[in-house]
């Protein structure tokens, strides 16, 4: 198994572009998460998805961010436009229906808005 | 709702010293309790969980952990550390069991540091 594979590892960007981050979930799991980390607020979750539907988005910081899973191998995180306080790195993690189980991190990536 | 408080942002240790990273929650129901690891420039990994039973559970890389429930405590502990074991360590607590909705709730996370 490859675990959560996420793209790119970097992205560098300039502010008022618009980025778009992937996460390819280990197949089966049912649950897929996006976090962001920052030194100043820790690990935030911003939204998951159970079965490719969104429920829980409260933790979407603003109307530039969103996103879709439209299968169960394939989910995506846009920010349009990106200001510079987006900057963090970005995790995707995935987890079966049994909660025991915990969740399986991808690598994140690292997102520099300039 | 359930919250978890890591009660040390940083420790630094020697060597082959020990180490406790505490880790406290709440919750209005039972739990299960996970440690993650995260060393530099990776994400999280899981370092041990405990689900029921005995409270004393054990990990990877020679960690364990120990569940008290009076304390609502699942305190890490490592009884000699390697350089390597630097990283950052997060507690993480997920109530409703097995339940579909349950989810993670993260601790702010406590960096190791071991010095030479």
């Known amino acids: 198994d490859a675990g959560v594979i996420q793209s790119p590892r970097h992205e560098v960007t300039e502010m008022g572009q618009e980025v778009t981050l992937r996460c390819k979930p280990i197949?089966?799991?049912?649950?897929l998460f996006w976090y962001r980390q920052t030194m100043m607020r820790g690990l935030e979750l911003l939204i998951y998805f159970n079965n490719n539907v969104p429920i829980d988005d409260s933790g979407m910081p603003e109307d530039r961010f969103s996103a879709k899973m439209p299968n169960a191998s394939f989910s995506t995180l846009k920010i349009q436009p990106s200001e510079p306080r987006d900057s963090a790195v970005y995790f995707c993690a995935s987890r079966p229906a049994r909660a025991n189980y915990g969740y399986t991190f991808g690598s994140g990536t690292r997102l520099t808005v300039v | 709702a359930q919250s978890v408080t890591q009660l040390d942002s940083q420790v630094p240790v020697f060597e082959e010293a020990p180490v406790e990273l505490r880790c406290n929650y709440s919750?209005?129901?039972?739990?299960?309790l996970f440690w993650y690891v995260q060393y530099p420039n990776q994400g999280l990994q899981l370092l041990l969980k405990?689900?029921?039973?005995?409270?004393l559970v054990k990990g990877i890389n020679g960690f364990e952990a120990e569940f008290n429930k009076s304390q609502t405590s699942f305190h890490l502990r490592k009884p000699s550390v390697h350089i390597s074991d630097t990283a950052e360590y997060f507690c993480a607590v997920s109530d409703l069991g097995e339940t579909s909705g349950s989810r993670l709730t993260f601790g702010e996370g406590t960096q190791l540091t071991v010095n030479p």
């Open positions: 405990y689900l029921s039973g005995s409270t």
């Open positions: 919750s209005s129901v039972s739990v299960y």
């Open positions: 197949s089966g799991h049912d649950y």
